[in-house]
């Protein structure tokens, strides 16, 4: 069953490598193809293997890794395409900073922040260590001007630096419920326009859940005291993040609680945060690289349609597995912190992307019940694999050191393995559907290289089109600024229910999607709900609370229309987002695209 071929890379994808990730000389000019970028890439990570006594060639892996990446079957995440094999060599995705409550500790992180993001990575706070707003400052005699002050000084920061010139500079931050100033945290963003580099996310508790439900109220705690210092109803608040979500796409839910009973190493503590888009959580100065497996590439045709085809899928997760465990010894950090946890506990993050596709190609409707039971056998599947080889290697090349202060027994190479990422840009690389979304719209018009103007066209939907004899250029044409196509009657009906858009799918079937990818998921899942701009804030909280009760990890919205973004039809005006080049409508500078979930919010 497995397709040998070499697929074609596509236009759109050959923008985007020429703009981002290929190499150029001191002029800017481009002097690497597609080819030589997956085979530097290959050869760097494949190289540590010379470091092993275990057997496993340099040779025979370069060939291996390279092949899963130029079949566009597998994709590391964005640093270890753009820096493997160059002097750069920082491969990791995502960083967490600690913030403790003290000057040097607030402008420390700022000045490790700094180096992440220009290296490539990401990077996620946890502010909920700073003393409140007006708070005494003893060394002073001052007063504490609070966490939301001192994320402005982290978002003018990264606003000044660009990720390796190529990629701009994303953060999480993140402060718990439970803090005196949670209220001003919830309203930061409300302008649209401060803290544009930050994804802001509340902290909950199960306990703060449970009391939302209940109308009951819950304590502030200062801190620096561990003082309770004022009370307020858990209701009203979690109304009111649920309305700034609706008016803003900020903030999110982290559910804490959920959070670090997952926790793969308790005895080193609590985890606080996660990385920019909420897929990994992390300890302080842990750093995690990620990988996708694109299960579109691999649903292929037989006599009877298409099929999944499984042995590739347990192929590519265990070259998945020892390409990204390989990642973590190749990897130059930008912080001595951060190599010396990563190599204790080695997290990684394999994922998939083009899930939409696959459905498609399957005949399966996107949040259906046979969509659900899809989702829950590849995710058993590929965790039962992974588990698999990160014993294999454990048993090979030692056991995470950490092992001792975690929740696994030996053998184990990695204390995680699996992560859902949002594969902005690599999936378009790969020319498939990002992450585990449905499809955002059949047409959208992208701007990947300046003065060039793109569109980007479902191919399921032209391959499908062609074979049932309803194609035509101007029925595409016609999709210009539509994100359903449930009402062109001029399409038979059976394509139409295949061809959902995320706006076709009840927010609540998307959660139950999210909800049973967490299930086999040992870091977290990345999921943005796309909502119609005529849902309601009790529609958010609707979508909040149901993802706290099927176990999700993190919760995000984007109301269409919000004044945060959203895709262009026509040139004029024209913003573009810098992680996949979708056109968007920007209105006071802050924006989340729809297509790819990058935020300069």
């Not at 999709?479 to 359903?484: D, R, Y």
Request: with cysteine; glycine share 8%; aromatic share 8%.
């Amino acid at each position: 069953m497995r397709n040998e071929g070499l697929p074609e890379i596509s236009h759109n994808a050959l923008q985007i490598l020429r703009k981002r990730y290929l190499r150029k000389d001191e002029k800017g000019n481009v002097i690497e193809t597609p080819d030589e970028m997956f085979k530097r890439v290959a050869d760097s990570v494949a190289s540590v293997n010379a470091r092993y006594q275990d057997g496993r060639s340099v040779e025979r892996e370069s060939a291996e890794f390279y092949g899963m990446m130029r079949r566009l079957e597998f994709l590391p995440n964005s640093p270890a395409i753009m820096n493997a094999g160059t002097e750069i060599q920082q491969l990791a995705a995502c960083f967490v900073i600690p913030v403790e409550d003290s000057i040097e500790s607030i402008y420390d992180a700022v000045k490790f922040a700094a180096i992440i993001h220009q290296s490539g990575g990401g990077t996620g706070f946890s502010f909920s260590k700073l003393r409140p707003e007006g708070d005494i400052v003893k060394s002073t005699g001052g007063v504490a001007s609070g966490p939301v002050s001192f994320m402005r000084v982290f978002d003018a920061a990264t606003e000044a630096i660009k990720q390796g010139g190529r990629r701009r500079g994303a953060s999480m931050g993140v402060l718990r419920v439970d803090h005196p100033d949670v209220q001003k945290f919830i309203h930061s963003k409300e302008d649209l326009s401060s803290l544009s580099n930050f994804n802001i996310s509340v902290s909950v508790t199960d306990d703060f859940m449970e009391r939302a439900q209940r109308g009951l109220g819950y304590d502030l705690t200062n801190p620096r005291s561990r003082e309770a210092v004022g009370r307020l109803n858990a209701a009203e608040v979690l109304d009111d993040i649920c309305g700034m979500a609706w008016k803003t796409g900020d903030p999110g839910l982290i559910f804490i609680d959920a959070v670090n009973r997952a926790n793969p190493t308790p005895f080193l503590g609590e985890v606080e945060t996660t990385n920019p888009c909420g897929e990994v959580p992390l300890l302080p100065y842990e750093a995690c690289n990620l990988g996708s497996i694109n299960l579109s590439r691999i649903t292929v045709r037989t006599n009877g349609g298409y099929d999944l085809d499984w042995e590739r899928l347990k192929e590519l997760v265990d070259g998945g597995i020892r390409f990204l465990d390989n990642v973590i010894d190749a990897s130059k950090y930008p912080l001595p912190q951060t190599t010396d946890i990563v190599r204790k506990n080695r997290k990684i993050g394999l994922g998939l992307m083009g899930f939409a596709d696959a459905l498609i190609k399957l005949g399966i409707q996107y949040g259906s019940d046979e969509s659900l039971e899809f989702a829950e056998r590849v995710m058993t599947y590929v965790k039962q694999e992974a588990d698999r080889t990160t014993a294999r290697i454990g048993r090979e090349r030692g056991d995470f050191p950490n092992i001792a202060k975690s929740i696994h027994k030996s053998p184990r190479r990695n204390a995680t393995v699996l992560s859902i990422a949002p594969t902005g840009t690599i999936s378009m690389i790969a020319d498939c559907s990002s992450g585990i979304e449905p499809l955002y719209a059949i047409s959208y018009a992208k701007h990947v290289l300046e003065g060039e103007h793109l569109l980007e066209v479902n191919q399921e939907f032209v391959r499908i089109a062609k074979e049932r004899g309803f194609y035509s250029d101007e029925l595409i044409d016609s999709f210009s600024g539509l994100h359903s196509i449930q009402n062109v009657e001029s399409i038979p009906k059976d394509v139409r229910d295949l061809f959902l858009t995320a706006h076709d799918v009840p927010p609540d079937r998307q959660v139950k999607i999210q909800a049973v990818f967490q299930r086999h998921v040992d870091n977290a899942v990345s999921k943005t709900m796309n909502l119609p701009d005529t849902s309601t804030p009790d529609d958010v909280k609707s979508i909040y609370v149901e993802a706290y009760r099927l176990g999700c990890k993190g919760i995000t919205i984007y109301r269409e229309g919000s004044k945060r973004g959203q895709v262009l039809t026509t040139i004029e005006d024209q913003t573009t987002c810098p992680e996949c080049g979708t056109y968007l409508r920007v209105e006071e500078g802050a924006f989340v695209c729809p297509v790819c979930g990058y935020s300069n919010k």
